[in-house]
């Protein structure tokens, strides 16, 4: 695993975009695993305006989103189809037809689960995994006490990650208690992970999952089991780091990261 530290959120998320769009100029038809949530707002603006700006072209990727709440039409404002067409899809040339999520209002939620699990496998898998972490460890919606090999399926929402969702509800009592969610197992068959991590809030919940055991009680640490996994930090985020021999982006020089200044 790779720990790269940037001095602010800003410079992370450049470089996290920055690690994205390299993907998808070297292979254009790349299959994404997308996120969402706060810090990903951060991360979208900027491919949009990589888009914009430098001819990003997205017109022949595809998305596969993480996790969707049960019970939410994609019309929902606070569905994560609703984000994911306004914050990036709409704004890119993206062919919305290659853009992927559970569908949370599926009549059959198993059913559901297998297919997009069948999905992923029909286009030969994910090449790029992004991935956030939640304050109760998660990834994706793999909420404490998720198996390491588990697949896509339904899960009940903790009061940790309820208490840090439901704000963003306009009645937070609205927000659903269950989600489909990417499994670990389907994660870690990503071909590389991509973590984006920003913020005070998030330091002690990072160190355990990047420094930690690994545990089926904080499910991010199930990163460690990857070999190709960059994990892209501010400074506020790393503050509970221990390790040592992390890539800091202000002062070390490596050829292997200053492609992307
Ligand atoms: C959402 C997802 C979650 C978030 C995590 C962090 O699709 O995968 O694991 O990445 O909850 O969310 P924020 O960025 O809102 O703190």
């Known amino acids: 695993m790779q720990v790269v530290i940037s001095p602010t959120k800003e410079d992370a998320t450049e470089l996290a975009a920055k690690i994205i769009a390299d993907r998808i100029r070297n292979?254009?038809?790349?299959?994404?695993?997308?996120?969402?949530?706060?810090?990903?707002?951060?991360?979208?603006?900027?491919?949009?305006?990589?888009?914009?700006?430098?001819?990003?072209?997205?017109?022949l990727v595809r998305t596969f989103n993480l996790d969707e709440y049960i019970g939410l039409l994609p019309e929902n404002k606070h569905s994560y189809r609703y984000y994911m067409n306004e914050r990036l899809f709409k704004r890119i040339n993206i062919d919305i037809r290659n853009t992927?999520?559970?569908?949370?209002?599926?009549?059959?939620?198993?059913?559901?689960?297998?297919?997009?699990?069948?999905?992923?496998?029909?286009?030969?898998?994910?090449?790029?995994?992004?991935?956030?972490?939640?304050?109760?460890g998660h990834i994706g919606f793999n909420e404490?006490?998720?198996?390491?090999?588990?697949?896509?399926?339904?899960?009940?929402?903790?009061?940790?990650?309820?208490?840090?969702?439901?704000?963003?509800?306009?009645?937070?009592?609205?927000?659903?208690?269950?989600?489909?969610?990417?499994?670990?197992g389907t994660i870690l068959e990503a071909?590389?992970?991509?973590?984006?991590?920003?913020?005070?809030?998030?330091?002690e919940i990072l160190s355990k999952a990047v420094e930690g055991p690994i545990t089926s009680m904080i499910s991010a640490s199930a990163i460690q089991l990857h070999e190709h996994?960059?994990?892209?930090?501010?400074?506020?985020?790393?503050?509970?780091?221990q390790g040592k021999d992390y890539y800091h982006w202000i002062f070390q020089n490596e050829p292997e990261w200053e492609k992307y200044r």
Do not use: W
């Open 27 to 59: 292979f254009p038809d790349s299959t994404l695993g997308l996120a969402t949530g706060v810090t990903m707002e951060r991360l979208y603006d900027v491919l949009v305006r990589m888009h914009k700006q430098e001819g990003l072209d997205f017109s």
């Open 100 to 136: 992927f999520l559970p569908n949370g209002m599926a009549q059959d939620l198993k059913l559901e689960c297998q297919k997009y699990e069948k999905k992923i496998k029909d286009v030969g898998g994910i090449d790029l995994q992004l991935l956030g972490i939640g304050k109760a």
């Open 191 to 203: 071909k590389q992970l991509l973590m984006l991590v920003t913020g005070r809030s998030k330091a």
């Open 229 to 241: 996994c960059v994990v892209v930090v501010d400074e506020d985020a790393a503050e509970c780091l």
């Open 144 to 184: 404490p006490l998720s198996a390491l090999r588990s697949r896509t399926r339904d899960k009940s929402l903790t009061p940790v990650t309820i208490a840090q969702n439901s704000p963003l509800f306009d009645k937070p009592e609205d927000m659903p208690k269950r989600a489909l969610t990417m499994g670990i």
